[in-house]
């Protein structure tokens, strides 16, 4: 089986690990992230033979060379699937005109629209039926890099970097 991949923001923020945790998430939730897992995706890629993986990495190497850095305001809370029960739970940026140009650019025709969010906890633990609070504080994230990340589904972390590209255009 080849390496399934995808192309991220990471946001290792300790604030949001922090408000994450009083959460108890893990009580509602079968999978809970840790910090080294947060990150907001840009595009799935999914598995990639060798001289794929290749094209993705000159291409990403080309893309950051024209992308400033920007902030990112985590400033509110996103759910997936049903009200009662949700799939995926997430914090969510305010609207970043420069986060959707560089989305467009790794993906210039998605098949569904980027719903930009960072996954905190999914798979919904059935026998619960508190919910999360509805608010929470604002978090700023420095985007300097985007990361073309593996995937290892039996090992912790889940998600590693293989590669990192810095945003380089001069503001």
């Given at each position: 089986?080849?390496?399934?991949?995808?192309?991220?923001?990471?946001?290792?923020?300790?604030?949001?690990?922090?408000?994450?945790?009083?959460?108890?998430?893990?009580?509602?939730?079968?999978t809970v992230y840790e910090l080294e897992e947060y990150h907001l995706t840009l595009r799935f890629?999914?598995?990639?033979?060798?001289?794929?993986?290749?094209?993705?990495?000159?291409?990403?190497?080309?893309?950051?060379?024209?992308?400033?850095?920007?902030?990112?305001?985590?400033?509110?809370?996103?759910?997936?699937?049903?009200?009662?029960?949700?799939?995926?739970?997430?914090?969510?940026?305010?609207?970043?005109?420069?986060?959707?140009?560089?989305?467009?650019?790794?993906?210039?025709?998605?098949?569904?629209?980027?719903?930009?969010?960072?996954?905190?906890?999914?798979?919904?633990?059935?026998?619960?039926?508190?919910?999360?609070?509805?608010?929470?504080?604002?978090?700023?994230?420095?985007?300097?890099?985007?990361?073309?990340?593996r995937i290892y589904p039996a090992e912790r972390p889940r998600y590693q970097a293989d590669a990192r590209f810095?945003?380089?255009?001069?503001?």
């Amino acid at each position: 089986m080849q390496p399934h991949y995808f192309i991220a923001i990471p946001v290792a923020d300790e604030a949001l690990k922090d408000f994450a945790e009083t959460l108890l998430l893990d009580r509602h939730y079968k999978t809970v992230y840790e910090l080294e897992e947060y990150h907001l995706t840009l595009r799935f890629l999914g598995a990639l033979a060798a001289e794929e993986h290749t094209a993705w990495r000159q291409r990403l190497e080309a893309i950051t060379q024209h992308v400033s850095p920007f902030t990112l305001q985590l400033d509110h809370l996103e759910r997936f699937g049903s009200v009662e029960r949700p799939r995926v739970f997430a914090a969510g940026p305010r609207y970043e005109e420069k986060l959707f140009q560089l989305a467009h650019q790794l993906n210039p025709e998605p098949s569904k629209p980027f719903v930009p969010h960072v996954t905190l906890a999914k798979k919904w633990n059935p026998e619960v039926t508190y919910l999360p609070p509805e608010h929470m504080p604002a978090v700023a994230v420095p985007v300097k890099e985007i990361v073309l990340y593996r995937i290892y589904p039996a090992e912790r972390p889940r998600y590693q970097a293989d590669a990192r590209f810095q945003l380089r255009k001069k503001q």
